[in-house]
């Protein structure tokens, strides 16, 4: 997760970037609220995670990341495809205002932007995030009617 991260730097605001992007304890925190974690192994080796999060009456897509030396090779897509199939509730996904090419990524598999306004809403009800994340994100929701 950190190698792929690292595509973060310079795009997360300086105040919100740490080392490590995410800690042992923080996965572990990530797991014990409930999310569950896809990977995608090539040559037993994984080179992708995309988590899923069930948060009151919606589902939210959480820490997708693919190694740098795997991206642009569909493992993204792969991921993402799986948790897509069969949605029972809405699906959502937060990411950083700034990086255009996650942005990018959701929108060309379904996903639409929210308005600020919903992404604010949306942000302080299923997120626990400060209000300074909540300034420099934006939130997509998966279409299921969306062409792909």
Known sequence: MNAAAEAYRGVIPAD?????YMSAEEL????????????????????GVMGIQSVGDVELIRHAYVSPGSQRHGV???????LTRSPTRPLLVGTWAAADWAIGFYRRHGFDLV??????????AYWT????????????????????
């Open 115 to 124: 308005s600020p306004e919903r992404k604010a809403e949306l942000l302080r």
């Open 28 to 47: 572990d925190a990530e797991l014990a609220a409930g999310v569950a974690f896809w990977g995608y192994e090539v040559d037993s080796e994984l080179v």
């Open 129 to 148: 995030i400060p209000e300074r994340q909540i300034e420099t994100s934006v939130v997509l929701q998966w279409s299921a009617d969306a062409s792909r």
């Open 16 to 20: 919100r970037w740490h080392e490590p």
């Open 76 to 82: 993204g897509s792969a991921l993402l495809e799986r």
